[in-house]
T-cell receptor, first 111, second 112 residues
């Protein structure tokens, strides 16, 4: 079974803090993705990576950066958290680009 | 941009009933996926479809990739209370930046 894990299920941070969200997959997948999910807006792609050290902007990259130093790990970084970044963050990985497997999500609240 | 229209938005059914939901698009896709998401959890992949006309089952779930490549449906037979959740379709097109496009979701409620 594919297993995608995210470092925290719930996180509360203050405005201006630097926030790291970690994602690890154990299936040797090349592709990894970060989404955010908001009511009424659905899932939106923030960044994705097709290989180690490689990153591509998704539809809403502003305010975020990513790091992929190892194949199994993809980190999402909020350089200076803002209240409008309060959301559910979902990591996904895939062997083929299309068939993506999601982690359990991190519910981030920025106060 | 591409959009997926998923219907219905919500369903309230009695345990034991069959359920049908579908996704349509004005664009063609190479892959159709169906996910289920429970409150506070990430989406779980239920069925992946890779060929037009393909019909695939996973237990009580059956999904089909439309012949035109512009639609897909998901059926759940003999629903049970643990089927409750939000079901999402997603389409993928290789030559459009390789992104998954998601439907808005169908919220399923099952009354015991």
């Amino acid at each position: 079974d594919v297993k995608v894990t995210q470092s925290s299920r719930y996180l509360v941070k203050r405005t201006g803090e630097k926030v790291f969200l970690e994602c690890v997959q154990d299936m040797d997948h090349e592709n990894m993705f970060w989404y955010r999910q908001d009511p009424g807006l659905g899932l939106r792609l923030i960044y994705f990576s097709y290989d180690v050290k490689m990153k591509e902007k998704g539809d809403i990259p502003e305010g975020y950066s990513v790091s992929r130093e190892k194949k199994e790990r993809f980190s999402l970084i909020l350089e200076s958290a803002s209240t409008n970044q309060t959301s559910m963050y979902l990591c996904a990985s895939s062997l083929r680009a299309d068939t993506q497997y999601f982690g359990p999500g991190t519910r981030l609240t920025v106060l | 941009g591409q959009q997926l229209n998923q219907s219905p938005q919500s369903m309230f059914i009695q345990e034991g009933e069959d359920v049908s939901m579908n996704c349509t698009s004005s664009s063609i896709f190479n892959t159709w996926l169906w996910y289920k998401q429970e409150p506070g959890e990430g989406p779980v992949l239920l069925i992946a479809l890779y060929k037009a006309g393909e019909l695939t089952s996973n237990g009580r779930l059956t999904a089909q990739f439309g012949i035109t490549r512009k639609d897909s449906f998901l059926n759940i037979s003999a629903s049970i209370p643990s089927d409750v959740g939000i079901y999402f379709c997603a389409g993928f097109l290789y030559n459009q930046g390789g992104k998954l496009i998601f439907g808005q979701g169908t919220e399923l409620s099952v009354k015991p």
